[in-house]
């Protein structure tokens, strides 16, 4: 096995740019252009031998913006119906989620 390109800072403070630049000279990741931050730093992680700590905030980025996305939709179409109960509901769901994006964010920029 080739030897791996030194660290030089944390994993989660590099751009994807960088990341990707790594990731490309490790013959055992593949598809990393394909590949969002979270993914490289997931990918790289495995190959470095370091641990990931659980994550707290729950679910990912891509998960909390399809929720989001659904509830924009359900919202537009309950206020479509004149349902103004069910608009209220899921547009606060979708605010709610969106909060959860700006805490992950906030939280892996740390």
């Given at each position: 096995m080739a030897?791996?390109?030194?660290?030089?800072?944390?994993?989660?403070?590099?751009?994807?740019?960088?990341?990707?630049?790594?990731?490309?000279?490790?013959?055992?990741?593949?598809?990393?252009?394909?590949?969002?931050?979270?993914?490289?730093?997931?990918?790289?992680?495995?190959v470095y031998g370091i641990e990931e700590e659980p994550r707290k905030v729950g679910g990912s980025m891509r998960e909390l913006k399809a929720k989001i996305a659904k509830f924009k939709e359900l919202a537009a179409k309950?206020?479509?119906?004149?349902?103004?109960?069910?608009?209220?509901r899921y547009r606060k769901l979708a605010s709610r989620f969106k909060k959860r994006t700006r805490k992950l964010a906030k939280k892996a920029a740390a």
């Open positions: 030897e791996l390109p030194k660290l030089e800072k944390k994993l989660e403070k590099m751009t994807v740019k960088e990341l990707r630049e790594i990731a490309l000279q490790i013959p055992e990741i593949q598809g990393v252009h394909g590949m969002n931050k979270e993914e490289l730093i997931s990918a790289l992680k495995k309950a206020k479509e119906a004149g349902d103004l109960e069910k608009y209220e």
